[in-house]
């Protein structure tokens, strides 16, 4: 099992950033691979971004490119979503979710096992 808290949320105006961190506690984090999701209301749950269990290989939506940033801190067992350059469309509750290391990071919802509550953001005009 693993466990993991967003944080990091909250309104922000269009143009600004926000930094969000998702925490994990259980199992040896470090051998998951990590995605950043969101869901706007009424709208499907969509990708934003993901990396592998180092780090070093990412994935992008096209609406994340160059603008939003993933990391993560396996020794402190977070990831966070530095998300820069902020539009009204960008406001959703954003999740982080877990799941195993088989391969590259992934955009499918579906290959994640566990998630978190999600954290609110809103971006004003």
């Known amino acids: 099992q693993v466990q993991l808290v967003e944080s990091g949320g909250g309104l922000v105006q269009a143009g600004g950033s926000l930094r969000l961190s998702c925490a994990a506690s259980?199992?040896?984090?470090?051998?998951?691979?990590i995605g950043w999701f969101r869901q706007a209301p009424g709208k499907e749950r969509e990708f934003v971004a993901a990396n592998t269990w180092s780090g070093s290989n990412t994935l992008y939506a096209d609406s994340a490119k160059g603008r939003f940033t993933i990391s993560r801190d396996n020794a402190k067992n977070t990831v966070d979503l530095q998300m820069n350059s902020l539009k009204t469309e960008d406001t959703a509750v954003y999740y982080c979710?877990?799941?195993?290391?088989?391969?590259?990071?992934?955009?499918?919802?579906?290959?994640?096992?566990?998630w978190g509550q999600g954290t609110q953001v809103t971006v004003s005009s």
């Open positions: 259980g199992r040896t984090f470090s051998s998951y691979r």
């Open positions: 979710a877990a799941g195993p290391n088989y391969s590259g990071p992934t955009a499918r919802a579906y290959e994640y096992d566990y």
